[in-house]
């Protein structure tokens, strides 16, 4: 599957992207291979502005038709903002991505050095259209 | 390696998102789950189910005595043409499998099982037909495709001719007929109008590019989950399983109690499980609040759980969640849903949701 992979940004393994911006935050939505992978999205549970937020700790959901999957916070940090428009308009996700369906701005003092650039990103979703197991995959009952 | 339908090379060409089901590599969308279903509400979709089991008994008289002993509903109601759902028991009154049973007349009758459940079933039904001396055979020499939405049967006619169609607008539901080579059945999963066709599988991809070409829309099986749960139809597996009777499931309607003497197999568990009381009951649940209801989700009143989501979506046809749940019962019109950690409120309500592309429920 052939997906968008901004060569601007930083990634994490779970698919979140990272862009940072010039007041010292950074924004954080999911990759487009992500919402491929989920397909259609109908709804968002977005985190509350003002919680503080762990690396890999689970602060959003996204919900399509047919799974949830967490969305989990980049790097430790206070979330300053979140896509109230998401709530309205879940699809704004899969529309775009990189832009229109950014979930969260993270005020943060981690290094981005942590997270994978565009090149190991993508290894990354390579080989998980290649797994059997990931979300690529998904089991259906019936 | 998963096995492959006949129109496995017409959906990766189309670039499915290709799924395991039940042991079958199948489409789950071909890019948009939600348009799919949407098209087959206002418009038309052809589903690929050839992954279904279809196992045919050839000998009407042995087979008819096999099938009232063999089934929880009573294939003596059916008439050469006429079709039957009806649920597969053990002797516990779990449900092996549900199925739609053809009555082909002198042709004998012709079963259509889940394709998940296919082992175990044909396990089931192999020694029993023997006792009755009901030779049968799987037809996986055949597929299956599913026309449906209201614009399906005028589509069809530039495929399967005027003549055709006329005789199949004919059918009420749940009859079949056989023409050209194919059985055409008015039978679907999806709430709307619209047929199942079993051609042979040499000639199932050309039927296909046909039928998309006379503009019907290619849907997955994801659409499929959402229609048919919108219009309250029981999925095997999730809805109801060899640990639940119909009576539980929402499938009580199924069961032919008359006549009293036909001793089906499983009737005496439910017969007991009548006497003491069927202690639960299958329901519809609309979330009041944004979220999905999931499978498993459990539900609550007040502070007690009365039961369990079986199976839940998102409606993209009521565009908020909706369920099928089975609790106690006695249960009232408001009742709460655990969905990771906080409970939402949600309406009772009697399936379908949407039938035909009316929203049924308020």
């Known amino acids: ?142 | 390696m998963a096995k492959r339908t006949p129109l496995y090379a017409r959906h990766a060409a189309l670039g499915a998102r290709l799924v395991d089901f039940g042991g079958w590599d199948m489409p789950l969308h071909y890019g948009s789950q939600l348009d799919e279903h949407h098209r087959v509400r206002r418009a038309a979709g052809l589903f690929d189910v050839s992954h279904m089991t279809i196992v045919d008994f050839a000998d009407p008289a042995p087979t008819r005595t096999l099938l009232r002993h063999l089934l929880a509903n009573d294939v003596a109601r059916l008439y050469p043409g006429k079709a039957l759902y009806t649920c597969m028991l053990n002797e516990a009154g779990g449900v092996i499998d549900d199925l739609i049973v053809y009555d082909r007349g002198a042709a004998g009758y012709r079963l259509v099982l889940n394709a998940a459940t296919r082992d175990k079933d044909l396990a089931w039904i192999a020694p029993i037909a023997a006792r009755f001396g009901a030779a049968w055979r799987e037809r996986d020499d055949l597929a299956m495709l599913a026309a449906q939405g209201p614009e399906a049967l005028a589509r069809l006619e530039l495929v399967l001719g005027a003549a055709t169609v006329a005789a199949v607008r004919a059918l009420k539901p749940f009859h079949a007929l056989e023409a050209e080579g194919l059985f055409i059945a008015r039978t679907g999963y999806t709430g709307e109008d619209g047929v199942e066709i079993l051609p042979p599988a040499a000639v199932t991809p050309e039927l296909w590019d046909r039928i998309l070409a006379a503009d019907v829309a290619p849907c997955g099986l994801g659409a499929r989950d959402t229609l048919r749960l919108e219009a309250g139809m029981n999925l095997y597996g999730s809805d109801m399983d060899e640990t639940t009777t119909p009576l539980v499931s929402g499938l009580g309607w199924t069961v032919a109690w008359e006549p009293m003497d036909r001793d089906f197999l499983g009737r005496a568990a439910l017969e007991r499980q009548r006497t003491v009381g069927v202690p639960q009951t299958f329901v519809g649940l609309v979330l009041e609040e944004r979220g999905v209801l999931r499978g498993h989700q459990p539900v609550y009143i007040d502070d007690r759980e009365i039961g369990q989501i079986t199976s839940g979506t998102f409606s993209p046809t009521l565009t908020r969640a909706i369920a099928l749940a089975r609790v106690e019962a006695g249960v009232g019109v408001r009742c709460q849903v655990d969905i990771r950690g906080k409970r939402l409120p949600a309406r009772v309500v009697k399936p379908p949701f949407v039938r035909h592309g009316r929203v049924l429920i308020e």
């Open chain 1, 1 to 142: 599957m052939s997906s968008i992979i901004p060569a601007d940004l930083y990634y994490t393994e779970s698919h979140e992207w990272v862009r940072p911006n010039d007041d010292g935050t950074v924004t954080v939505g999911i990759t487009d291979h992500a919402q491929h992978l989920l397909g259609d999205l109908v709804f968002v549970e977005i985190p509350e502005v003002g919680r503080a937020v762990a690396a890999a700790e689970s602060c959003a959901v996204v919900e399509s038709v047919k799974a949830a999957s967490d969305v989990y916070s980049p790097l430790d940090g206070v979330i300053v903002e979140v896509n109230e428009a998401l709530a309205d308009n879940p699809e704004l996700i899969n529309e775009d991505p990189y832009g229109g369906g950014w979930i969260f701005r993270l005020k943060t003092a981690a290094g981005l050095d942590q997270l994978l650039d565009a090149r190991a990103y993508e290894a990354v979703a390579v080989a998980e259209d290649e797994d059997e197991t990931s979300l690529a995959n998904p089991k259906l009952t019936g």
